[in-house]
């Protein structure tokens, strides 16, 4: 069992930057591979980015590569996503969750945080 809980989102201009986290809880974290999703308002979740278990490999959606970096501390159960060069098209509510197995797809992930709101203005 994993619990998990995104902060960091806030109200940004283009071009700035912004971390998001996702503690989790429970001992089983590094067992995981971690992923962030994002939904933005209307439209259906999607895939942003994901790291493995190990922390030594990531994925990334086309229209962030570039742009936003994924990471984990598996010593602080802590996931991190990096976003610089923020666009208008990136506001949604970002969400972590948490898979035994290497996908992009939503109904692999097991484990879901309530998601932070991340908003870029013009």
């Known amino acids: 069992q994993v619990q998990l809980v995104e902060s960091g989102g806030g109200l940004v201009q283009a071009g700035d930057s912004l971390r998001l986290s996702c503690a989790a809880s429970g001992r089983s974290f590094s067992r995981y591979h971690m992923g962030w999703f994002r939904q933005a308002s209307g439209k259906a979740r999607e895939f942003v980015a994901a790291?493995?278990?190990?922390?030594?490999?990531?994925y990334y959606t086309d229209s962030v590569k570039g742009r936003f970096t994924i990471s984990r501390d598996n010593a602080k159960n802590t996931v991190y996503l990096q976003m610089n060069s923020l666009k208008p098209e990136d506001t949604a509510v970002y969400y972590c969750?948490?898979?035994?197995?290497?996908?992009?797809?939503?109904?692999?992930?097991?484990?879901w945080g309530q998601g932070t709101q991340v908003t870029v203005s013009s």
């Open positions: 790291v493995t278990w190990a922390g030594d490999w990531t």
């Open positions: 969750a948490a898979s035994r197995n290497w996908e992009t797809e939503e109904a692999e992930y097991d484990y």
